[in-house]
């Protein structure tokens, strides 16, 4: 006679449950399967996640100074000198605050914020991607543009931790020491003289949000991302160790700079005791009464205490741009060329046409590239089928490319 099965677990034979799944020394019902399901459930609920353990020993390690810190920005970002040296302190002073452990005589160090104000094209967002090599903390960098007030489309201010969480591997400890850069900031400045007569949902309502995350405080983020749901849990972020890095370009700040200097001066100018001004280069007496009348609420500003600025690149920095740092344009697409087996040269006047145009249509470093992948596009083209080792540019053939382009054709417009 067959042995009779019976669950395992509640002893129940098959006749007495609805199914009984047959493993291979024991069966278990239905109702077995299901309780052992919610145990699971509950078991895997109370447990801590598992996070990475790669910023597990942050601030513990040896810290590098601002002068080694600059050391690694210049191997890559070519001059502005003030606003490495800006943002090496910031970053050396985050490490020093992550080492303060025992507070013994009430002194409290509170984080420096710092802004960075520059033109299009002079080297903010790759600073900030530069550092984020180095450093051995959590590093975002978010756009300000996605952002609008709660209840709106588009993206809330807390999505920038949610961003911060997933580079930390979703360690919440890490994540609370880490470094956000905000880039494009001036994009959400207050339109006071927007003739729309809808709310402005990306402007000062932004800025009112960021208040909070800037100076400190415990934010509730929906760790997936993206809107708030009933039914969602939360992670409680404390923003106090998180260092804010701002950048923008505020195209048209200098006229503010210019009005608050009083440079404008109809007729002669009969001040005798005026000082210089250097009118190349207005973003070097930026001031924080500026921000304020491009648009920026006097909140934020006192949250952002450290603001630095970055020069227009002139003539001799594009040269430089173009053919010193480690991952410089030139050596970028001499490397592209090299994966096919051909040897990409360039004659020196060749260069110096390149800069003289992006000079010209006042793109900035960005222009290099724009310039020089125009003038590449047909080699690029062409090469990979070529039964050659190398391709040699000349200056007649850059300018042939250029000319037939429609780059040059816009900016003549």
Known sequence: ?????????????????????????????????????????????AAPLKTSNKFDNIG???????????????????????AKRFLAVAVYNHYKRLKQTVNTDEVEIEKSNII????????????????????????????????????????????????????????????????VFIDEIDKIARKADNPSITRDVSGEGVQQGLLKLLEGTIVNVPPKGGRKHPDQDYIHLDTHNILFICGGAFDGIERKIAQRLNTHVVGFDSVSNTREIDRDNMMQYIQPQDLKSFGLIPEIIGRLPVLTYLNPLDKKALERILKEPK???????????????????????????????????????RGLRSITETILMEA???APSMKTNTYRVTLDYARKQLEKSNLAEANKQ
Do not use: H, W
């Open 327 to 365: 991952n410089s344009i030139i050596r970028q697409y001499k490397k592209l060329f090299e994966i096919d087996g051909i040897k990409l040269t360039f004659d020196e006047d060749v260069l110096e046409y390149i800069v003289d145009k992006a000079v010209e249509f006042k793109l900035g470093a």
């Open 380 to 382: 690029m083209y062409e």
């Open 60 to 82: 513990n390690g040896s810290v590098p100074t601002p002068i080694q810190i600059k050391e690694y920005l210049d191997q890559y970002v070519i001059g502005q000198d003030d």
């Open 116 to 179: 960075m104000v520059g033109s299009t094209g002079t080297g903010k967002t790759l600073m900030a991607r530069t550092i984020a090599r180095l450093l051995d903390v959590p590093f975002t960098i978010v756009d300000a543009t996605v952002f609008t007030e709660a209840g709106y489309v588009g993206e809330d201010v807390e999505s920038i931790l949610s961003r911060l969480l997933q580079v930390a591997d979703y360690n919440q400890q890490a994540a609370e020491k880490g470094i």
């Open 1 to 45: 006679m067959a042995k009779q099965q019976t669950c395992g677990f509640c002893g129940r034979t098959a006749k007495e449950v609805k199914l009984l799944i047959s493993g291979m020394n024991t069966c278990i019902c239905e109702d077995c399967a299901r309780t052992a399901y919610e145990i699971v459930e509950q078991t895997l609920d």
